[in-house]
């Protein structure tokens, strides 16, 4: 299961990458966004979760922690702020641009 979780994250981080390098306004989004979904998937991996213990320490031999889940919680609060911040500054840019290239000049072929 480790080499199946592995393989999508690197499949999600590659993708991400490949998306952000379009230098296209929606695919930057996206990218960011498959970034973001990829970090907050090792995060929680990362925190060794178990399932039906308890997240109160004492209260039996093993309990689950709560920091990754907290963790994540909080880059997903955030990685949606600045999806919400990414695309009002794209839309502003292809406004007074005319063009959605990240960088307002269309590549020369």
Not at 7 to 29: D, E, H, K, N, Q
Not at 45 to 74: F, K, N, W
């Amino acid at each position: 299961m480790e080499v199946v979780f592995a393989v999508t994250l690197g499949v999600m981080m590659a993708s991400g990458v490949y998306l952000v390098l379009r230098a296209r306004i929606f695919p930057v989004v996206m990218g960011l966004t498959l970034i973001s979904y990829a970090v907050n998937l090792f995060i929680f991996a990362m925190g060794r979760l178990s399932t039906g213990v308890p997240a109160i320490i004492g209260a039996s031999s093993e309990y689950g922690d709560p920091l990754p889940q907290a963790l994540v919680l909080t880059a997903i609060v955030i990685g949606f702020a600045m999806t919400a911040f990414v695309v009002v500054l794209a839309l502003r840019g292809l406004g007074e641009l005319r063009t959605d290239h990240v960088d307002g000049r269309e590549p020369r072929e």
